[in-house]
């Protein structure tokens, strides 16, 4: 069983920086990769970046150029670094964990809200 918690949203004015954080705990060790997700309201939620175990990421091209996603392992964390940010980013931020395959996540965060006044 892995526990997610996030951390570091708020409210920021368009153009401005936030950094998520995802606190990792219990089976750690078997985590294949982990994600990002935002949800708006009234809208789907949607994929915003990933970084596997091995190191490799992915980015939504929504997001490419201005945020980063990073890890820590020594704190079993992982952040997002997100820059210029505009209204349309605005929605509750998740991280997840993948135990098999970066296709299916089994864990999820509890959300963090990110708003982005213009």
């Known amino acids: 069983q892995v526990q997610l918690v996030e951390s570091g949203g708020g409210l920021v004015q368009a153009g401005g920086s936030l950094r998520l954080s995802c606190a990792a705990s219990?089976?750690?060790?078997?985590?294949?990769?982990m994600g990002w997700f935002r949800q708006a309201p009234g809208k789907e939620r949607e994929f915003v970046a990933h970084?596997?175990?091995?190191?490799?990421?992915k980015y939504a091209d929504s997001v490419k150029g201005r945020f980063t996603i990073s890890r820590d392992n020594a704190k079993n964390t992982v952040y997002l670094q997100m820059n210029s940010l505009k209204p349309e980013d605005t929605a509750v931020y998740y991280c997840?964990?993948?135990?098999?395959?970066?296709?299916?996540?089994?864990?999820w965060g509890q959300g963090t809200q990110v708003t982005v006044s213009s």
């Open positions: 997840a964990a993948a135990m098999t395959t970066i296709s299916e996540y089994d864990y």
């Open positions: 219990g089976g750690i060790f078997s985590i294949y990769g």
């Open positions: 970084i596997l175990r091995s190191g490799t990421y």
